[in-house]
């Protein structure tokens, strides 16, 4: 029998708390620092970013925002809500919904470095897999990257390399590992004529925690995507997994529209997009569904 199905209502309740405790913890270390460590280097670096383009007009800084959003390490508060819906699991051919709430915020270091953190906090809803099983729902376990990057491209190509912490906060062993984890991470990436392409990495070990299953897993997100000056972009990646202790790849391929829009003077962007499983687990998702809407805070 699985195990979620056996906690009783007091184990419930204590790993609920406990979640809940490490996903405050991860978002307060993410913004805690923020409002005194790099609002003013931040709000230097957009006036000297906005000098530096030469005050094409706002058509032109709208796009330059759109393409800065297709960087993971951008100098840009971003509040992402990534709304995923996955079909055909299991013999019950059952759905999977799950929000990333992704919040990434850069720190001013000095006058040659970021710092960027980006957390993905995941909601889940899961229905059982099987026919008769128990549905699972709450709070997946939180990843959470810490990138430093220089302020300056890199030969043409904008780098950033950091730790990344997986922290158990899944309320239910259906939903994560519950496993405490740390890795390396690394991002490269190319921004010319409207294009973006490059690639973001990570590899976690598991060191502890109350889950079962050890973690040991290698991320690799390739991405191309093309931005116009009506702030457009279309683009395909790759979110694949390689889960090394049963040598499994999972492998989705995601094709998306993504549009930045001014609501009430402030700026959105909302993505759609599909997802096909290229590779999987037995029993893994056939095609899933994207919808996103990210919240910006330019200086």
Do not use: C
């Not at 302020?151 to 939903?175: F, H, N, Q, R, Y």
């Not at 683009?235 to 889960?243: A, L, Q």
């Amino acid at each position: 029998m699985p195990r979620h199905i056996l906690l009783t209502s007091p184990h419930r309740l204590k790993r609920l708390l406990h979640s809940v405790v490490i996903a405050l913890v991860a978002l307060g270390a993410t913004m805690a620092p923020h409002a005194a460590f790099a609002q003013q280097d931040a709000s230097a670096q957009a006036q000297k970013e906005a000098t530096a383009s030469g005050g094409g007009g706002k058509a032109d800084d709208e796009a330059e925002l759109a393409k800065k959003l297709q960087n993971p390490v951008a100098s840009l508060i971003s509040v992402p809500l990534q709304s995923n819906w996955d079909f055909g699991i299991g013999a019950a051919n059952a759905m999977r919904y799950l929000v990333n709430v992704q919040p990434v915020i850069p720190f001013s270091l000095n006058a040659e470095w970021n710092l960027i953190t980006r957390t993905i906090i995941p909601v889940i809803h899961a229905e059982s897999p099987v026919e008769g099983g128990s549905d699972a729902g709450g709070l997946g376990d939180i990843t959470q990257s810490f990138f430093f990057s220089p302020k300056e491209p890199v030969g043409g190509w904008i780098l950033a390399v950091g730790p990344v912490a997986l922290w158990p906060a899944a309320t239910d062993s259906a939903l994560g590992a519950g496993k405490w984890g740390a890795g390396p991470t690394v991002l490269a990436l190319r921004q010319e004529h409207g294009w973006t392409y490059g690639l973001l990495a990570n590899h976690i070990w598991s060191y502890a925690g109350w889950g079962d299953q050890q973690v040991n897993a290698s991320f690799l997100q390739p991405f191309v995507s093309f931005t116009t000056k009506k702030q457009t972009t279309l683009g395909i990646n790759t979110e694949s997994t390689y889960d090394w202790g049963q040598s499994q790849w999972t492998v989705p391929i995601n094709v998306f529209v993504k549009q930045l829009l001014k609501i009430g003077g402030k700026p959105v962007q909302f993505e759609v997009g599909y997802r096909y499983y290229a590779e999987k687990p037995d029993g893994g998702p056939d095609w899933g569904l994207r919808f996103t809407v990210t919240f910006l805070f330019p200086k």
